[in-house]
């Protein structure tokens, strides 16, 4: 694993990924230059299809590249084997998905407590910690409950407290609240709030203005390639739900 | 230890959150543990009747016999002998009763003591002037008990008991003595037969006056010797004696329990095989239903290896569990099995689970679910993790030729036939599972055909019974694990096909179109594989068990050209039967349903 000296959390250099071949070839991540900063919150907006879920599974290692570098906590990433991204996984990066991905068999303490386990902690301190963490997002109290007895919003918050879990360098999050409804995505905006102020590094790939206003950096998708990049001003000290005119 | 709960605790929810597939597993796999058990238990118990009948009646390491009590003289005070009774005197003769003929051995023995073979009476007492002594298989065979009245060589006798003897197998077995030429099974068709040559003789018990009446044509002597082995030197010259050993009189008291646990290795070896086919479809099609959840796995920073173990674990708790309720299982109906008939005393009822046959039925069970679930686990665990986590659809197989034929074919057999393509594997298991069924059901009709001849396997009606026992259970083991096979396939191959099957329906396709072709991508390897299953598959299968038992199978007669028919289209009827439910059911899925799990 090469490592650098920069500052930089997360880096990407001349990122690509390509689909197919000759004329069926399909560029989703087109070149790709990216740093993100220690305790930065980063947004990813476009059209559907251009690419930013495929960047964020990119950056996470969920997905190999076809060309280009990234470049996680000062170590390169893009060359790892299955493995390897596999523990890196579980202990620098955090994922939040859409649809919430839990175990539907499990519940909700069992599903934060995953990744611990994973990752090679005791079943007592994964436990310890997994309750902690739901303490955190608000479902102290339905530790025991299947995600089936769950309302969406509270689900995404179980999936929150799970990337959390192993307290990732950086958690990235797929569209976190577009399968919520105006109350649910309030909650899950309060809490990507808090981890904000705590100093979490996040990236948000996502479809909503609201969401995208909160962060301190936005950029702009298309085609596979980032076509605009606005820095923000309110996203690291402003309340996000009042930002998003959710709340007074 | 962490890894080991959390790998333990995914395994058992999850068979846990589907207890039909978790059953339908361990059904398949007891089948096979169960068969299994029950071939190794009879096999390790089959000898103990014998011997317990061997302690009980002091029966002897040799039996020898000869013309004259002259040639058995120097025998019976012979270096390494410990103990002898006789020479007996032995004749031949014909015993009528309640209209029935059969041809017997007799012995004359006034008394039943004696420091070797003491016969054990089990009904009545030990001879008398005019009364007989029958051996316990032999009475039972023609209905005999102490005072009935019975023709023998012309004279009238009573039965005075029954008794049971180690020195001879029980009937039809009987241990033929001396120079008396004796048959056991059916004569070969125009086979020319020596004079006095006794067919299935039965051994009877008289005084030595009564025997000496019908013409002694030999004499016994029963041997103890210190060394068992020593009975080889016996076997000498052209002149001398005969010898019978307790070998193999064991070997010929036995016969039955053997052939039954012949016929139960085949069978567990076959419900093996079937349950590995049943296990690779079903761990198939739950692979295509987890793929969601190792995609998660994966995601949250589980290694391919990680997700390997919790895929297997699932299988092997209920390889365990299988192995487990086999054994049980096994021992526990050995009894129904193992009946040691009325000749031996004891029984092998009550066989002990020795460490080997734990160890071999827990190892094959484990074998049977690596076997199955290796590679689709480890498939699984490679998979793309973001492909796994939209759980897409696995791109079907191109055919370009099936689907240039198929084009003309109207809408159900066009599909049917694409859908048999998409997935050869899983096709070819299906026609593998049907083969071996049909295989196992081929034999047993002729095995069946064949012990319906009086005599024909050598064997009495009770000990045709037993083996009937055999069979039966054998072939509704298989008939059952081939339906549940048969459905699970149907079952995979409805959620494989859930996007196809969808899109047809959204292109103009009808529900009962898409049935026909859920059902019919069934019933064409059915078809298939009952075919292959009659020829080679139940061919060799036949051929196999005759090379393993040492059987004759000349002497067996095939099925007939209608039984096989009725075979072949009866399996097609029952599959179609079987999977027509869970055809229908993927076939009235919600279209949209089937579309938006594709793009999630």
Redesign the interface.
């Known amino acids: 694993m090469s490592t650098t000296t920069g500052t930089s959390l997360v880096r990407a250099s001349g990122l690509r990924k390509e689909y197919g071949r000759g004329t069926g070839l399909l560029r989703a991540v087109d070149g790709v230059d990216l740093d993100v900063e220690r305790g930065e919150t980063v947004a990813v907006m476009g059209p559907s299809g251009c690419g930013k879920s495929t960047l964020l599974?990119l950056l996470g290692g969920?997905?190999r590249p076809s060309g280009g570098e990234v470049w996680l906590d000062g170590a390169r990433i893009d060359g790892l084997g299955?493995?390897a991204l596999?523990?890196l996984?579980?202990?620098a990066v955090g994922?939040v998905?859409q649809?919430f991905?839990?175990?539907?068999?499990?519940t909700a303490v069992?599903n934060v407590e995953?990744?611990?386990?994973?990752?090679?902690?005791?079943?007592r301190e994964?436990r310890r910690r997994a309750a902690e963490l739901l303490d955190r997002v608000g479902l102290g109290s339905r530790a025991g409950a299947l995600p089936s007895e769950l309302s969406g919003g509270q689900r995404q918050r179980v999936a929150v407290a799970?990337a959390l879990v192993?307290e990732p360098a950086v958690v990235l999050a797929d569209e976190p609240t577009g399968n919520l409804d105006s109350v649910a995505t309030l909650d899950v905006l309060q809490l990507f709030d808090d981890l904000h102020r705590a100093g979490q590094t996040l990236i948000i790939v996502t479809h909503d203005a609201r969401i995208a206003a909160t962060a301190d950096r936005l950029l702009t998708m298309r085609d596979g390639v980032i076509v605009d990049e606005t820095r923000l001003t309110g996203g690291s000290t402003g309340r996000l739900g009042a930002l998003a005119g959710l709340e007074d | 230890m962490g890894r080991i709960l959390l790998v333990g605790r995914l395994a058992l929810r999850d068979l846990r959150r589907r207890p039909v597939e978790a059953a339908l597993l361990l059904l398949a796999v007891l089948a096979a543990t169960t068969t299994l058990t029950l071939g190794l238990v009879l096999r390790d118990s089959a000898a103990a009747p014998y011997e317990n009948t061997r302690a009980l009646t002091a029966g002897p390491d040799v039996v020898m016999s000869a013309r004259t009590t002259g040639q058995l003289a120097a025998y019976g005070d012979a270096a390494g002998v410990t103990a002898r009774s006789g020479p007996f005197p032995v004749a031949t003769s014909t015993l009528a009763t309640a209209g029935q003929t059969v041809d017997v051995l007799v012995i004359g023995r006034d008394t039943v003591d004696a420091p070797v073979d003491r016969p054990q009476v089990t009904d009545g007492g030990w001879v008398r002037d005019g009364g007989m002594v029958v051996e316990a298989a032999f009475a039972t065979a023609y209905g005999l008990t102490a005072g009935d009245q019975v023709t023998l060589g012309g004279r009238a006798f009573e039965v005075a008991g029954v008794a049971v003897t180690a020195a001879s197998a029980p009937f039809p077995a009987t241990t033929c003595l001396g120079e008396i030429p004796c048959l056991h099974g059916v004569a070969p068709a125009g086979a020319d037969l020596p004079p006095g040559m006794l067919r299935n003789p039965g051994l009877v018990w008289l005084t030595s006056a009564d025997a000496g009446r019908l013409g002694v044509v030999s004499y016994v002597l029963n041997l103890r010797l210190e060394d068992p082995d020593l009975a080889a030197t016996f076997i000498g010259s052209p002149d001398a004696p005969r010898v019978a050993l307790s070998t193999e009189i064991r070997t010929d008291a036995t016969e039955v329990a053997g052939d039954s646990q012949i016929l139960l290795m085949i069978g567990a070896w076959l419900l093996g095989l079937l349950a590995v086919a049943s296990l690779s479809v079903l761990v198939g099609g739950r692979m295509a239903e987890q793929t969601r959840r190792v995609g998660l796995l994966k995601a949250v920073g589980g290694t391919p290896g990680v997700v390997a173990a919790v895929l297997l674990t699932e299988y092997l708790l209920v390889a365990l569990v299988a192995a487990a309720a086999g054994l049980g299982i096994g021992a526990f109906t050995a009894p129904l099995l193992a009946d040691a008939g009325a000749g031996l005393l004891g029984s092998a009822g009550t066989p002990a689970l020795s460490i080997p046959v734990i160890g071999t039925v827990t190892g094959v069970a484990l074998a049977v679910a690596v076997l199955a679930t290796a590679v689709p686990a480890w498939r699984a665990a490679r998979s793309s993790t973001v492909a796994a986590l939209a759980d897409a659809a696995r791109p079907p197989r191109r055919s370009g030729w099936l689907i240039q034929a198929s084009a003309r074919l109207p809408v159900p057999l066009l599909l049917s036939l694409r859908v048999t393509a998409r997935r050869p594997r899983r096709a070819l298991l299906a026609v593998a599972g049907i083969a071996v069924t049909v295989g196992g059901v081929y034999v047993a009709l002729i095995l069946d055909g064949f012990l319906s001849k009086p005599f024909a396997a050598g064997y009495t009606v009770a000990q045709v019974e037993t083996l009937r026992r055999v069979l039966l259970l054998w072939t509704v083991i298989l008939l059952v694990l081939a339906g549940v096979n048969a459905i699970v396939i149907t079952l995979a191959t409805v959620l494989d096909n859930r996007h196809t099957a969808a899109l047809a329906r959204a292109l103009g396709a009808t529900p009962r179109d898409v049935t026909a072709a859920l059902s019919g991508a069934q019933i064409l390897p059915a078809l298939a594989g009952a075919v292959l299953g009659i020829f080679p598959g139940g061919y060799l299968l036949f051929e196999a068990i005759m090379g393993i038992t040492g059987g004759d199978g000349d002497r067996a007669t095939p099925p007939s050209a209608w039984q096989l028919i009725t075979v072949v289209v009866m399996t097609a009827l029952i599959v179609a039967a079987l999977t027509a439910i869970p055809a229908h059911l993927g076939a009235h899925r919600p279209v949209t349903d089937s579309l938006r799990a594709e793009t999630a």
């Open positions: 599974h969920l997905d299955e493995k596999a523990r996984r579980r202990s994922f998905f649809s991905h839990l175990m539907e068999e499990l069992e995953l990744s611990a386990l994973l990752a090679g902690r005791s079943p994964s799970r192993n």
